[in-house]
């Protein structure tokens, strides 16, 4: 992913509206580029800021660690839909091989 298709995924991903795909290419990118990853930061600090400011939160928050947190909750949202995916994947082999031994004993039994 180029910094320009990064930069322009910010808000969708600050409103946690990217696919898996879409996702995991966009946080590759942050991780490895300062300058987008520092436009990210910007960008939240202002959306949760104001938010914040629309809910007359009070007290004090770290706007920092709450991106970085966002961060490691979609990576580890992203591990488990890509572990369910595996799973499903082995179950529906599985399957696929049960009903393939079926149809050979029930078929060979007849010849």
Known sequence: MRCRQAQSLVGAFIKDELDDEQLKEFLDHIENCAD??????????????????????????????????????????????????????????????FMIVLLIFYFGGLI
Not at 48 to 77: M, P, Y
Request: contains cysteine.
């Open 36 to 97: 987008c990853y520092e436009e990210l930061e910007v960008s939240y600090m202002v959306t949760e800021g104001l938010a914040a400011l629309d809910h007359d939160v009070t007290g004090t928050f770290d706007l920092k660690k709450s991106l970085q947190n966002v961060i490691r909750s979609r990576r580890k949202r992203l591990a488990l839909g890509r572990r369910r995916k595996l799973r499903l994947r082995i179950i529906a082999a599985l399957f696929v091989i």
